[in-house]
């Protein structure tokens, strides 16, 4: 056999990399066969309505985890004070808030009797044991220590809850923002991450009131803290109607107080000096 060697030009060398053309379709790309195959009934398609429940609350699942992917990176923009990235964070946080809250309006147009027909399918399964609901809320400052006693110790759920009561909160972050740009919010507030909701501050009011008088920029962030804060309980209020109409006075699936433990959430504010302030600016 002979060998035949062609020559190369001299200047030619070979590229730094080869670029390979990788095929990738939509569904490989968004997990969608998988993603279909996770919508289960128990009613094994009896109850019509089942799909849609399921569907709904795995969509709030997926909402709830880009809130907490949104806030940690709202937290990480306010620390660096880079403002630009926070309003915008905070906008689009506003925006999915205002989507979960229209969620409802599709959750509600199942009766209470297609809902009751396969209600007791889900036995203990309740949506007072989402995890990653109660996760959002420790970011935000509602921080509450016996709410990780009701996950096992050692799982997933329990370990995620205990490093984020340990964290400090998107409204700590918020006043170190504050304290950045020259306002004397004081160490108290932001040395030690809170371990629960906090008390009003009538040092930190006088700050906030400066603020809104005298710091336009930092009062549009403020005002941005209230609508995140109006959203969270819009969405409760919301919520609470929606259990309301589907199952009235009765006790939640899994032995929860249902609608009675959701009012008691209502009207609770997360950001309280920038509420108790309204009547005085």
């Known amino acids: 056999m002979e060998l035949i060697i062609l020559s190369m030009p001299r200047r030619w060398r070979p590229p730094d990399r080869i670029l390979v053309a990788v095929t990738m379709t939509y569904g490989q790309y968004l997990r969608v066969p998988e993603l279909l195959s996770l ?21 709030y699942e997926l909402w709830f985890k880009q809130q907490i992917h949104e806030a940690i990176f709202l937290q990480r923009a306010l620390e660096d004070g880079n403002d630009p990235t926070a309003l915008s964070t905070l906008k689009r946080m506003l925006t999915i808030l205002k989507t979960m ?3 409802i ?44 006693d009701r996950y096992p110790e050692g799982s997933p759920e329990r370990i995620a809850l205990a490093a984020r009561l340990k964290d400090f909160t998107l409204w700590q972050s918020f006043l170190r923002r504050l304290k950045h740009a020259g306002h004397a919010i004081p160490n108290r507030l932001i040395e030690t991450p809170m371990q629960a909701l906090p008390e009003t501050d009538a040092e930190l009011q006088e700050i906030l009131l400066d603020v809104y008088h005298n710091h336009p920029n930092d009062r549009m962030l403020c005002e941005l ?21 589907t199952i009235g006075a009765r006790m939640g699936t899994g032995g929860s107080p249902g609608a009675a433990y959701l009012r008691a959430t209502l009207f609770t504010p997360l950001f309280t000096d920038l509420w108790t302030i309204r009547d005085r600016i």
Do not use: C
């Open 225 to 245: 803290m209230v609508d995140l804060d109006e959203g969270i309980q819009e969405w409760r209020y919301r919520h609470v109607k929606m259990v309301e109409r």
């Open 39 to 59: 919508q289960q009934t128990m009613s094994k398609g009896k109850d019509h309505d089942e799909t849609l429940f399921i569907i709904i609350h795995q969509v």
């Open 105 to 148: 309006d599709v959750l509600e147009t199942m009766s209470p009797v297609s809902f009751l027909s396969f209600r007791s399918l889900l036995s203990n399964a309740s949506g007072f044991q989402s995890s990653q609901f109660r996760e959002f809320e420790f970011i935000l400052g509602n921080k509450r220590a016996a709410a990780i």
């Open 101 to 103: 809250v229209g969620q």
